[in-house]
């Protein structure tokens, strides 16, 4: 009997806890991502910008809800929220709650497709297809029937009465006046090309010169909207969605990132260079998952401090 199930057993073994260690450790095992990003004009003194991503919060994450409040504690210049907040309906005054002290920043936000819709239950490895077919969620996918539809525009409501700038494809500017006193910086906005709600047609034309700095956000990091911003010439472009690839190999990375930008750039600070002309990007591998698959293996939660600077 042992010559017969020894090795089954075993294997089976192994699975459980490393399913106990992702489900029950590492996707709880929240973590600030530092990050120096060189690309102010000269002479701009140094911004400190938190951004804030894919928490896709399901009612009753007590210990999430409270790492997020206490990131105040950072004492941002600016917060910028780049979507899916939600991984729940009834999910909405527990993100309000947990991003109170943060709403007390200067901040923008821009939704992904978890704060429109709720959540599925799909097989993990129809990821792995749709990567090698280059279809993903509304870009050559049929779209879901009978989908949830989430109350975002309580969510949107919460946010702009805090004074955070909704940059649903629209162009803003941020005033800061806390400690960077009479600081302006451009912020332009897309909404969530997974679903191809993306119109960058309407806020074509590159960075405000007006302004003291400029940016492009976005949730899912498409390489149609990378090329746009890079294109138009900002200098920095942040974006979610990706969630570091979730489920990484140790020693090799991601194996998926649920859009077409490569995997190696998946998390982290990179470049995007379209017709000669080349961007910081910034992609967070977010503090959540959907509900449905609660586990991240060598990819932990996170949030990004970053520290703009001068470029040399």
Same mark, same amino acid.
């Given at each position: 009997?042992?010559?017969?199930?020894?090795?089954?057993?075993?294997?089976?073994?192994?699975g459980?806890?490393?399913?106990?260690?992702?489900?029950?450790?590492?996707?709880?095992?929240?973590?600030?991502r530092?990050?120096?990003?060189?690309?102010?004009?000269?002479g701009m003194?140094p911004?400190?910008?938190?951004?804030?991503s894919?928490i896709?919060?399901?009612?009753?994450?007590?210990?999430?809800?409270?790492?997020?409040?206490?990131?105040?504690?950072?004492?941002?210049d600016?917060?910028?929220?780049?979507?899916?907040?939600?991984?729940?309906?009834e999910?909405?005054?527990?993100?309000?709650?947990?991003?109170g002290?943060?709403?007390?920043?200067?901040?923008?936000?821009?939704?992904?497709?978890?704060?429109?819709?709720?959540?599925?239950?799909?097989?993990?490895?129809?990821?792995?297809?749709?990567?090698?077919?280059?279809?993903?969620?509304?870009?050559?996918?049929?779209?879901?029937? /009978? #989908? *949830?539809r989430? &109350?975002?525009e309580?969510?949107? @409501?919460? =946010?702009?009465?805090? $004074?955070?700038?909704?940059?649903t494809?629209?162009?803003?500017?941020?005033?800061?006046?806390?400690?960077?006193?009479?600081?302006?910086?451009?912020?332009?906005?897309l909404?969530?090309?997974?679903?191809?709600?993306?119109?960058?047609?309407?806020?074509?034309?590159?960075?405000?010169?007006?302004?003291?700095?400029s940016? /492009? #956000? *976005?949730?899912? &990091?498409?390489?149609?909207?990378? @090329?746009? =911003?890079?294109?138009? $010439?900002?200098?920095l472009?942040?974006?979610?969605?990706?969630?570091?690839?979730?489920?990484?190999?140790?020693f090799?990375?991601?194996?998926?990132?649920?859009?077409?930008?490569?995997?190696d750039?998946?998390?982290?600070?990179s470049t995007?260079?379209?017709?000669?002309?080349t961007?910081?990007?910034?992609?967070?591998? /977010?503090c959540?998952?959907?509900?449905?698959?609660?586990?991240r293996?060598?990819?932990?939660?996170?949030?990004s401090?970053?520290?703009?600077?001068?470029?040399?």
């Amino acid at each position: 009997m042992r010559a017969r199930y020894g090795v089954p057993l075993s294997i089976a073994a192994v699975g459980a806890a490393g399913l106990l260690y992702s489900a029950g450790f590492e996707a709880r095992s929240y973590r600030l991502r530092r990050v120096t990003v060189p690309v102010l004009p000269r002479g701009m003194r140094p911004l400190r910008v938190l951004q804030v991503s894919d928490i896709h919060m399901v009612s009753g994450q007590r210990k999430k809800q409270r790492w997020l409040r206490s990131l105040a504690g950072l004492r941002p210049d600016f917060v910028i929220n780049t979507g899916d907040n939600l991984s729940d309906p009834e999910g909405v005054p527990e993100v309000l709650d947990a991003l109170g002290p943060l709403m007390e920043f200067p901040g923008a936000y821009v939704f992904g497709s978890n704060d429109y819709y709720g959540p599925t239950l799909r097989n993990p490895a129809r990821y792995l297809f749709e990567k090698a077919r280059g279809q993903h969620g509304l870009n050559g996918n049929p779209p879901a029937v /009978g #989908v *949830v539809r989430n &109350p975002w525009e309580d969510l949107r @409501d919460g =946010f702009d009465a805090a $004074g955070w700038l909704n940059l649903t494809n629209t162009r803003s500017t941020l005033k800061l006046a806390t400690g960077a006193s009479g600081v302006e910086i451009g912020l332009t906005g897309l909404d969530d090309p997974h679903i191809k709600r993306d119109r960058y047609a309407q806020v074509a034309g590159g960075p405000d010169p007006s302004v003291d700095f400029s940016m /492009g #956000v *976005v949730h899912a &990091p498409y390489l149609r909207a990378l @090329d746009a =911003f890079a294109e138009d $010439g900002y200098p920095l472009i942040l974006a979610g969605h990706t969630h570091g690839g979730q489920l990484c190999i140790p020693f090799y990375g991601a194996l998926v990132t649920n859009c077409d930008l490569d995997t190696d750039r998946v998390k982290g600070l990179s470049t995007h260079t379209a017709a000669g002309r080349t961007s910081h990007l910034h992609v967070s591998a /977010g503090c959540g998952t959907s509900r449905y698959t609660p586990v991240r293996f060598a990819c932990p939660p996170e949030v990004s401090l970053l520290t703009l600077v001068p470029a040399p």
